[in-house]
């Protein structure tokens, strides 16, 4: 689809470089379609996440959904490239790393469960080989936004699509969002549908199963986002405000993001409160000692005593390394957890399904086929 006469003229500029984006991509899957360029596939259970989109379809809350349950029966390893990090090389990432040395998903990850093997590495197959070497016992690789990285060829292959930017009306970048071609959708095993309204009905199921064309081999999974309770950025913090506190007492909040996608959140604050305001910033930014000030000035602004920042637990890792130079003062900082809900009480299904795949396929399960 080419763009309308209606649009600006830098849509015209950007057009044509999606077309050669469009056929870059094209030429490099059909390379690895027919083995001119190999995939290598390794004896371990590897569980690709990963979107057809630039950003925002919920990849970091996926993969910890995974986690959670995957960690109570199987010794797992999250592997990423570590997205914005100043880094190259294979890293351990520890709950003290810098989000400079590994980036901010996969320190938010380690965070949260400081149990389970995190490691970044631009390489994913050295970063494989590198952990079957640390980790005998190994029973799981989760590779985190790795969808187009097909030099890996995993066993189970997650995509993610964003319920408000379907697909198959997107363009190739840089004039629309998508990073792949919609047809590549074939090599998802799992599709799941992230972001739906709460209020989503099963006839928008249905329409987004038809518009989708899945195959027979493929599963169709509809989730939405909960929004926990809020919390502080900051240990130092003495408040304890609830979600309620927020209808009742009429704050005014600034929310400040460094996210793809922010709408989701605004949504759901200006349902605790009608009086925002927000300050925006490009994914996964660096704060610098200017958006401090700029930050600071339009906090100043808002009149009304009662009011706090809210930002995204992404942002967390990241503002949680200027604590000491901060402005706002800490107190004023809080963030709001966000979880994965399926749809039709569809989430033991899924968990059953990747269990299912994870124990036929463990390491010893398939030597002992081999020898057999």
Sequence with gaps: MAPRPGNNIINYLLWPLAIIYGLITGIRNKLFDYSIIRSVEFDIPVISIGNITVGGTGKTPFVEFLVSFLKNEFKVAILSRGYKRKTNDFIFVKKHS???????EPLQIK?????????????????????????????IILLDDAFQHRYVKPGLSILLIDYNRQISTDHYLPFGRLRDNPAEIKRAHIIVVTKCPDNMKTIDQRLILKDLKLFAYQKLFFTRINYDEIKPVFKTNS????NETFKKDKFDILI???????RPLRKYIRSLSPRIMELKFP??????KKDFNTIKKTFEKIENEKKIIITT???????????NSLQPEKKFWYYIPIKVVFFDNKDELFRNHIINYVTKNKRHNILSAEKN
């Design 256 to 262: 400040v993001t460094g996210i793809a996608n922010s």
């Design 313 to 323: 637990e992404k942002d967390t890792m990241r503002l949680l390394e200027y604590q």
């Design 111 to 139: 965070k949260k469960f400081p149990e389970s093997i995190v490691v970044v590495d631009k390489q994913r197959i050295h970063g494989i080989r590198k952990l079957l070497t640390e980790y005998a016992g190994l029973d």
């Design 98 to 104: 810098s989000v400079a040395e590994v980036g901010d």
């Design 283 to 288: 994914d996964h930014h660096f704060f610098s």
């Design 239 to 242: 408040d304890n405000i609830s």
